[in-house]
């Protein structure tokens, strides 16, 4: 799984933009990244009116999501996942999951964006490891509002470079949480599955990930 940080706040702190601009400096070092962001704000249009998935929603449907030849955009009536979960089931593959909000999400190392004399969030949160701020305070890992590069080392000096990522043979999500697993426990898990979807009529060579979803009665 790949580690999550998340960008922290008040309200037009900034945040969206040193959030912007350390995942820029990642990417132009080849690391593949995913941003999910939260926001209060409600009835937030994506669709307009007028467009096929507006109707779509309107006719009622809890999800809707559009293929197009250069993106896909998905619409949801399911709020309030945490950030942890939309990583683990979403963007499991990439290399750095990248926050803005969440700041009540625990276990999650946080960034705080601070301007002005606003309180800190250090003093109300859990997981704040580093701040960004236009004054002076003291304390560790503190970087001036336009230090995106040395924000972006480091990111990559805690979370990537030193942080070899093992391939777990086995991912398992319970009511959306990640159960962390055993290396054998994930062993027995997934030959088990693996030797189910081998017993069935499906092209063995094309299989590279096997997902397993169950609903308890």
């Given amino acids: ?72 955009v998905m619409t949801t009536n399911t709020p309030q996942k945490r950030l942890t979960t939309l990583a683990h089931r979403f963007f499991a593959d990439v290399d750095l999951v990248v926050g803005e909000g969440f700041k009540e999400e625990r276990q999650v190392a946080k960034i705080e964006v601070s301007r002005g004399d606003s309180e800190l969030l250090r003093d109300r949160v859990t997981g704040v490891i580093a701040i960004a701020t236009d004054r002076r305070i003291s304390g560790d890992y503190i970087f001036r509002l336009n230090e995106s590069r040395e924000i972006a080392d480091f990111i990559e000096k805690r979370f990537l470079a030193s942080n070899v990522q093992v391939r777990e043979q086995a991912v398992l999500l319970v009511n959306g949480n990640r159960i962390v697993m055993k290396e054998f426990v994930q062993e027995a898990l997934a030959g088990t599955v693996k030797g189910f979807v081998e017993s069935l009529k499906v092209n063995q060579e094309e299989i590279r990930e096997i997902e397993l979803r169950i609903k308890k009665p």
């Avoid at 704000?41 to 030849?69: K, N």
Wanted: one cysteine or more.
């Fill in 1 to 72: 799984m790949p580690p999550i940080i998340t960008f922290i706040g008040w309200h037009n702190c900034g945040k969206t933009t040193l959030a912007g601009q350390v995942v820029q400096h990642l990417k132009e070092r080849g690391y593949t990244i995913a941003v999910i962001k939260s926001t209060k704000e409600t009835g937030l249009v994506l669709d307009r009116e007028g467009t096929d998935t507006f109707s779509y929603r309107q006719a009622g449907a809890d999800a809707v999501t559009l293929i197009a030849p250069d993106q896909m």
